[in-house]
Structure formats: structure tokens, C-alpha cells
């Protein structure tokens, strides 16, 4: 699509066409897709919204960033939010204390997954301890069963000591979820101390935490 019709698009009442014009624009450089992004950073529709936080996080530069940081700070879409948290991660080091602090200071799920998800995939192990750390002290299971299996994937790591302690003060926990996801993590290091708490988690009271506890062993 050329870009006077991307124009014409982006200022259409019709929101499948400002969506059209918003995937169009990944066919551009971000000289020219960044201004047209950034332009319907406050459309009323929050898909939208969530579309252009994508094309931000494709289209990198300091004005993306900084309009990425403002979606996720104000934006009163928790859609949008997230997407805006998952485009930031792209942005690597820069990116990493904007996303923890958010994720302290953002109570909604989503967003809270979409920032832990692609930490666990970056090289950024304090980061990563520092907001699973945080999770176990939350209210949402969602989101403290996904701290749980990332402090698995911190073995191995500058902060495997204290994420293997972490674990261990799970082990009793009081929802079967958890004891069953602690002992999933734990068959994630090797250390006498996690092979303890796994054969104190194979005579579990419930089912599903001795099978996650025995998985691997059968």
C-alpha cells in the first residue's frame, strides 16, 4: 500500500482500516512508519492502540521507545499495556528497570505475564529474581505459578542460590498448585538440598505433586 493511502487509512472512522494501515507500515522504515504510529497513539479504539505498541516494538528508535514508555505508564487499557510491555523487552538493556518497575507498580495479570515471559528469555538473571521475588508476594496464582517456573529457569545463574531458597520456602506450601509447580522447578537444579525437598514432595498428600515431583524419575 502506498503511504498517502496508509494516510488516508489512518484517519478512516472505520477501524479495520486504521488496522490495515497500521500492519502496512511494517513494509516501511522507521522514518517514515514511526511518525504514522506514534500519530494513533491515542486512538479511541484499544486494539488499535495494542497495534500500534507492536509496530513500536518493530520499529525501534528513541521516539518508539519513549512513546512505548508512555503507553505503558497511561495507558488505561490493560491490553494495551501488556503489548506495550512485550514491545519494550526488544529494546534489551535500556528497557530492563522500566519493565520491573512497572510490573511493581501495575496490578493487572497480563501485563505482570507479559513482562516476566520475555525476561525469562533475556540474560538478565537480577532482573528476573528480583520481580519472581515480587510475584510470591502477590494475590494471583497466575502469576505466582509463572514466578515459580522462573526461578526453575535461574539454575545455573548469578542468582541460583537465592532462587533455589526461594523454592524451598514453597515446599509447604498451602495450595497443591504451587507445591506442584515448586517441584517441577526444583528438578531444575542440581544440589542436595533441591533433591531433598523432591523426595519430601514424592509423599506429598496430593496426587499431582507427588507426579510432578516423580516426573523424569519413571
Not at 12 to 20: A, E, F, H, P
Not at 44 to 73: C, H, Q, T, W
Not at 100 to 120: G, K, Q
Not at 205 to 213: I, M
Amino acid at each position: 500500500m502506498e503511504i498517502d493511502q496508509i494516510q488516508t487509512y489512518l484517519n478512516s472512522s472505520d477501524s479495520q482500516q486504521r488496522l490495515k494501515a497500521l500492519t502496512e507500515l511494517r513494509h516501511y522504515d522507521s522514518e517514515v512508519a514511526v511518525p504514522l504510529l506514534m500519530s494513533k497513539l491515542r486512538d479511541p479504539e484499544f486494539l488499535i492502540r495494542s497495534f500500534v505498541a507492536m509496530g513500536l516494538g518493530n520499529k525501534r528508535s528513541p521516539e518508539s521507545f519513549e512513546a512505548l514508555l508512555e503507553l505503558l505508564k497511561g495507558d488505561h487499557d490493560y491490553n494495551v499495556r501488556a503489548e506495550a510491555a512485550n514491545a519494550l523487552s526488544k529494546y534489551g538493556d535500556i528497557a530492563i528497570p522500566h519493565l520491573v518497575e512497572a510490573f511493581r507498580l501495575d496490578d493487572s495479570w497480563l501485563v505482570r505475564r507479559s513482562i516476566l515471559a520475555p525476561l525469562t528469555e533475556m540474560s538478565y538473571p537480577e532482573a528476573l529474581y528480583d520481580i519472581c521475588s515480587y510475584s510470591l508476594t502477590g494475590e494471583d496464582q497466575t502469576v505466582k505459578e509463572a514466578a515459580i517456573d522462573s526461578l526453575g529457569m535461574l539454575s545455573g545463574t548469578t542468582k541460583q542460590t537465592e532462587a533455589l531458597q526461594q523454592l524451598l520456602r514453597l515446599v509447604s506450601a498451602d495450595g497443591w498448585r504451587t507445591r506442584s509447580r515448586v517441584a517441577l522447578a526444583l528438578r531444575k537444579f542440581d544440589d542436595p538440598q533441591a533433591k531433598a525437598a523432591l523426595n519430601y514432595l514424592k509423599k506429598d498428600e496430593d496426587h499431582r505433586v507427588v507426579g510432578a515431583a516423580l516426573e523424569g524419575w519413571l
